[in-house]
């Protein structure tokens, strides 16, 4: 009996999946049977610091990570330092304001260490040539130990310092327009201390960059593995589940390939906790998207594609986008065979116009090519470029390829459009411009649309739950009719509207 059953259920789920098979033929496309109702793990692989601050709290001289803009002004000239014509010329001390030039963006080397990187992109060193000791911005794009300076703070007031050169001495302000590295730095560190400069910081990056690069390799790995683990548990699986969320879409980091030596600052052991995600995933049956949030080079230059200086490099060269794709063979070749994986970010947010469409068109068919080698039914996944004015612009390449889903990021934020909106204002664009739009994006011959990130939050000020609750319900609404999905971001964060874990617990949403 046992075996006449299990030959007709053999029989019967070969019959389905011919069937489907046809019916899949005869549409021609992959075609989901559900819809995802993702939540995004951001801030887990990928760290944030503005989704988890305290992350940053043990890092020595953690105002000076990799990234942030500092400007020095000379106690005694009254003015700032500047890489004259922004770089390639020499230094001067003689600017009243402080704007790009005079901006000097920091590579970490240790807590007191740094490189100073200018406006255009080189560090300054001590000149070689002519007496050795003037101040020059360098032309090299690789900055070594001629070009590593110390900052000295002052212990009585952290904002006035002294930079010590690699030759052993501390510049020196002259003349306004001599900045020398000749000082022995042992002046009153009063304001007619030539080698003292008081320090404006422009503020800068927390990215898993900064994170690692500022705890350095000792404490690093011991710092990432406690995030790994306790950021995002198995119970947070079960509360997804029974919440209603059938999908997690997590966001990863290039090295993450490198797994368990990535390069420096990068410290390995992310690839065990998406392991472990997968299990839990299996458990709680959740579906899993990966999502290459940090590519290598930086593909938008912020903190959360893992800028280390704002700089956006990805793309640039055919290397450097074969390396990318290596990211998504790795992946996928890790986890096809998991029946909880369910669809491939080829990468998160690129930005224009460093990020071409030329550049992305080639990494998307090769990026779309290595996923296919191994799951012919692991949906891939493509982001149009941050705030793009074609919204279909790649629905050509997309269009001839199975499976291929087109992600949209909808906030009603980041652009002064919304600064002034109230809360019905809100939730009329989300039915004006979100819908129509998505109306027009949701075709039967194109790819799947996904709203891959979206949050119930706004510029309204003062605004009550139940306004929150409306505008969460519009939201929800509007990107159920995208045709693959939506995904919340993120599940975790200190700011509450961020967090749909706190939504879903305060009641703000329901699923
Ligand atoms: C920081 O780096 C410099 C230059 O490599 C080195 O001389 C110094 O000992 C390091 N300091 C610490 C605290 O590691
Ligand atoms: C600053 O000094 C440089 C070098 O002498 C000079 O070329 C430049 O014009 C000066 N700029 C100002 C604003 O004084």
Same mark, same amino acid.
């Given at each position: 009996?046992?075996?006449?059953?299990?030959?007709?259920?053999?029989?019967?789920?070969?019959?389905?999946?011919?069937?489907?098979?046809?019916?899949?033929?005869?549409? +021609?496309?992959?075609?989901?049977?559900?819809?995802?109702?993702?939540?995004?793990?951001? !801030?887990?692989?990928?760290?944030?610091?503005?989704?988890?601050?305290? %992350?940053?709290?043990?890092?020595? /001289?953690?105002?000076?990570?990799? +990234?942030?803009?500092?400007?020095?002004?000379?106690?005694?000239?009254?003015?700032? *330092?500047?890489?004259?014509?922004?770089?390639?010329?020499?230094?001067?001390?003689?600017?009243?304001?402080?704007?790009?030039?005079?901006?000097?963006? *920091?590579?970490?080397?240790?807590?007191?260490?740094?490189?100073?990187?200018?406006?255009?992109?080189?560090?300054?060193?001590?000149?070689?040539?002519?007496?050795?000791?003037?101040?020059?911005?360098?032309?090299?794009?690789?900055?070594?130990?001629?070009?590593?300076?110390?900052?000295?703070?002052?212990?009585?007031?952290?904002?006035?310092?002294?930079?010590?050169?690699?030759?052993?001495?501390?510049?020196?302000?002259?003349?306004?327009?001599?900045?020398?590295?000749?000082?022995?730095?042992?002046?009153?560190? +009063?304001?007619?201390?030539?080698?003292?400069?008081?320090?404006?910081?422009?503020?800068?990056?927390?990215?898993?960059?900064?994170?690692?690069?500022?705890?350095?390799?000792?404490?690093?790995?011991?710092?990432?593995?406690?995030?790994?683990?306790?950021?995002?548990?198995?119970?947070?699986?079960?509360?997804?589940?029974?919440?209603?969320?059938?999908?997690?879409?997590?966001?990863?980091?290039?090295?993450?390939?490198?797994?368990?030596?990535?390069?420096?600052?990068?410290?390995?052991?992310?690839?065990?906790?998406?392991?472990?995600?997968?299990?839990?995933?299996?458990?709680?049956?959740?579906?899993?998207?990966?999502?290459?949030?940090?590519?290598? !080079?930086?593909?938008?230059?912020?903190?959360?594609?893992?800028?280390?200086?704002?700089?956006?490099?990805?793309?640039?060269?055919?290397?450097?986008?074969?390396?990318?794709?290596?990211?998504?063979?790795?992946?996928?070749?890790?986890?096809?065979?998991?029946?909880?994986?369910?669809?491939?970010?080829?990468?998160?947010?690129? *930005?224009?116009?460093?990020?071409?469409?030329?550049?992305? /068109?080639?990494?998307?068919?090769?990026?779309?090519?290595?996923?296919?080698?191994?799951?012919?039914?692991?949906?891939?996944?493509?982001?149009?470029?941050?705030?793009?004015?074609?919204?279909?612009?790649?629905?050509? %390449?997309?269009? !001839?390829?199975?499976?291929?889903?087109?992600?949209?990021?909808?906030?009603?934020?980041?652009?002064?459009?919304?600064?002034?909106?109230?809360?019905?204002?809100?939730i009329n664009f989300i039915y004006n411009n979100r819908l129509?739009?998505?109306?027009?994006?949701?075709?039967?011959?194109?790819?799947?649309?996904?709203?891959?990130?979206?949050?119930?939050?706004?510029?309204?000020?003062?605004?009550?739950?139940?306004?929150?609750?409306?505008?969460?319900?519009a939201?929800?609404d509007v990107?159920?009719?995208?045709?693959?999905?939506?995904?919340?971001?993120?599940?975790?964060?200190?700011? $509450?509207?961020?967090?749909?874990?706190?939504?879903? $617990?305060?009641?703000?949403?329901?699923?």
């Amino acid at each position: 009996m046992a075996t006449a059953h299990s030959t007709r259920r053999h029989t019967l789920l070969c019959f389905c999946i011919f069937l489907s098979s046809i019916l899949s033929l005869s549409h +021609g496309r992959l075609t989901p049977n559900f819809k995802i109702r993702a939540v995004n793990l951001g !801030g887990w692989l990928v760290a944030e610091g503005w989704i988890k601050p305290s %992350l940053f709290d043990g890092i020595p /001289n953690k105002d000076f990570l990799d +990234g942030t803009g500092l400007q020095f002004k000379a106690v005694t000239a009254g003015k700032y *330092l500047c890489a004259e014509t922004g770089g390639g010329s020499i230094i001067v001390a003689n600017r009243t304001v402080a704007s790009s030039w005079e901006t000097f963006k *920091l590579w970490r080397i240790n807590e007191t260490n740094y490189q100073l990187r200018v406006f255009n992109k080189q560090f300054v060193g001590v000149d070689s040539g002519g007496n050795g000791i003037d101040m020059v911005a360098i032309v090299a794009d690789t900055p070594g130990r001629s070009e590593t300076f110390e900052i000295v703070r002052n212990s009585n007031d952290l904002n006035r310092v002294r930079i010590k050169a690699p030759n052993g001495f501390f510049l020196q302000v002259k003349t306004e327009n001599l900045v020398t590295a000749d000082s022995k730095g042992d002046g009153s560190w +009063g304001n007619d201390d030539q080698s003292v400069f008081i320090i404006t910081n422009t503020g800068g990056l927390h990215g898993e960059f900064q994170l690692t690069n500022g705890y350095g390799p000792v404490n690093a790995p011991q710092v990432m593995t406690e995030h790994w683990n306790t950021f995002i548990v198995e119970d947070d699986f079960n509360f997804i589940s029974s919440n209603g969320i059938n999908a997690v879409r997590i966001p990863v980091g290039w090295w993450i390939a490198s797994d368990r030596t990535p390069p420096q600052p990068y410290v390995g052991g992310s690839l065990q906790a998406l392991d472990n995600a997968f299990i839990w995933a299996q458990k709680y049956r959740i579906n899993v998207i990966i999502d290459l949030h940090a590519a290598p !080079g930086s593909q938008n230059g912020y903190e959360h594609s893992s800028s280390r200086d704002g700089s956006q490099e990805w793309g640039l060269s055919d290397q450097n986008i074969q390396e990318t794709v290596n990211v998504i063979d790795f992946l996928t070749s890790r986890y096809a065979n998991n029946p909880r994986l369910y669809a491939v970010e080829l990468i998160n947010e690129p *930005l224009s116009p460093g990020a071409t469409l030329e550049s992305l /068109n080639k990494y998307y068919r090769a990026g779309y090519n290595a996923v296919r080698k191994y799951s012919s039914t692991v949906y891939v996944i493509m982001s149009n470029r941050i705030a793009t004015s074609d919204p279909k612009e790649f629905f050509s %390449l997309a269009s !001839g390829l199975d499976g291929s889903v087109i992600d949209i990021h909808y906030y009603n934020l980041y652009s002064s459009n919304f600064d002034k909106m109230s809360v019905q204002q809100n939730i009329n664009f989300i039915y004006n411009n979100r819908l129509p739009e998505l109306n027009q994006l949701t075709t039967s011959n194109g790819p799947l649309t996904f709203i891959g990130e979206w949050v119930a939050e706004w510029n309204v000020e003062g605004a009550t739950k139940e306004d929150y609750q409306k505008f969460a319900n519009a939201q929800l609404d509007v990107y159920g009719k995208a045709s693959f999905g939506w995904a919340y971001w993120t599940l975790k964060n200190v700011n $509450n509207h961020w967090s749909l874990e706190w939504m879903i $617990n305060d009641h703000y949403i329901k699923l």
